[in-house]
């Protein structure tokens, strides 16, 4: 009687210190990412997706699995833009309808009397091979649904794919409902940011969601692959890379100090109403002078900063009190790693999106002239290093443009 005991208090005791965990994070799809692999963990199974509820719709929010994708690297395949009608056509679809648990012992073998098919789309595709599924509603109070879990292929002791097995059936639907709030706050953290970003956008029209949201993803992968070239430990980039994606959405808040005189003029700028351009770096910063977080550090380095050049001549440079006296730019610029590693990071990613973007002045750069750009300012305006790492997941990048389109 003791075994089942035993492994009973230790199941309990790790959703307990995963529960707490989620809470400590910010951003969505880190909540996302951790979840996964935790849930994964818990019942030692190869892959997972989530698919949260958006307009209606499920959309693709979250994949991992092993056997397709390197372990803790970028992912292409997280950014894919994929909905699904909640019907009972689909696994995903019927469980989010139904509020049903679903746990399929084979993908391939499902009975033609269930509504449900199997969609061997991305099977085919990739070459992988679903097996078992185990599919989870995640809801929170009042039964309100925010997405689907699917959790595939349990593994024995060898690696080959078997059924789930009732602890998992179990366990795992009590654990989604804990999940289902940590996922319901970071889509909320994330929202309060865009309404944010749209005050700034009724000030300047290209302080779009969709530029914020591009702004933030870059950054944040950009971060992830520069980390693990660095050999920064993997528990240190995922808390430091949940931070920078809400951080760089903010890059620019500070606009809300700029006249619309200026910032909504059609044609080029004076240098008079340049120097005044400069100066929403530190109405940004100022915006987080009671740092009480982390989080708010960081925006405050990256509103300030992500106008620095690597070889110095950025803006707004070195100032002996950020918050002392009216809005002024510094003696002189910052350059090297004066400048903080997470606005360093931001600075590419916005100068990438404000290339390859329509403004009011220019037509968007193709992408081979942009990275051409890129690569002439690397060293120069840009890290070096972070250069790198942008075009090591340059692939990954391309995915969140068309995502977020």
């Given at each position: 009687m003791s075994e089942p005991t035993n492994k009973n208090e230790e199941m309990i005791n790790n959703f307990l210190r995963i529960s707490d965990e989620l809470n400590q994070l910010k951003d969505v799809d880190t909540i996302l990412d951790r979840t996964l692999l935790?849930?994964?963990a818990l019942v030692n199974a190869d892959a997972g997706s989530i698919f949260l509820v958006e307009d209606g719709q499920l959309r693709f929010s979250y994949v991992h699995n092993d056997t397709l994708f390197a372990k803790d690297a970028t992912n292409a395949a997280v950014y894919s833009s994929v909905t699904v009608p909640i019907t009972e056509h689909s696994i995903v679809g019927y469980s989010a309808l139904s509020g049903e648990m679903l746990v399929i012992d084979d993908a391939y073998n499902l009975s033609p009397d269930l509504p449900f098919k199997f969609n061997d789309s991305y099977d085919k595709t990739t070459g992988y091979r679903t097996t078992s599924i185990l599919t989870i509603p995640l809801k929170i109070a009042q039964g309100k649904l925010v997405g689907v879990m699917q959790i595939i292929n349990a593994k024995d002791s060898e690696g080959r794919s078997i059924p789930f097995d009732n602890q998992a059936k179990t366990y795992i639907p009590l654990f989604a409902n804990n999940t289902a709030i940590a996922i319901e706050r970071g889509i909320l953290t994330r929202e309060l940011i865009l309404r944010m970003m749209k005050m700034a956008e009724l000030r300047d029209p290209t302080e779009t969601a969709a530029h914020v949201q591009r702004v933030g993803a870059y950054s944040a992968e950009i971060y992830h692959r520069y980390a693990l070239n660095k050999g920064i430990?993997?528990?240190?980039?995922?808390?430091t890379k949940d931070l920078l994606r809400l951080a760089a959405m903010l890059h620019d808040v500070g606009k809300v100090g700029i006249s619309?005189?200026?910032?909504?003029?059609?044609?080029?700028?004076?240098?008079?109403?340049f120097d005044i351009i400069k100066l929403h770096t530190v109405y940004g910063g100022r915006l987080f002078e009671n740092s009480t977080s982390d989080l708010d550090a960081m925006c405050r380095d990256i509103a300030l900063n992500h106008h620095e050049r690597w070889t110095g001549g950025g803006y707004p440079g070195h100032m002996?009190?950020?918050?002392?006296?009216?809005?002024?730019?510094?003696t002189h610029s910052k350059s090297g790693e004066e400048?903080?590693?997470v606005a360093?990071?931001?600075a590419l990613a916005d100068v990438y999106d404000a290339l390859t973007s329509p403004r009011s002045y220019k037509e968007p750069f193709t992408e081979?002239?942009?990275?051409?750009?890129?690569?002439k300012d690397s060293g120069t305006h840009f890290d070096p290093e972070i250069v790198d790492a942008f075009l090591q997941i340059y692939d990954v990048i391309l995915a969140i443009r068309a995502?977020?389109?």
């Open positions: 935790e849930v994964r430990p993997v528990k240190e980039l995922k808390r619309d005189a200026i910032l909504k003029k059609p044609g080029k700028l004076t240098d008079d109403e002996n009190d950020l918050f002392d006296g009216p809005p002024h730019i510094g400048i903080p590693l360093r990071v931001c081979e002239r942009t990275l051409e750009i890129i690569n995502k977020y389109a």
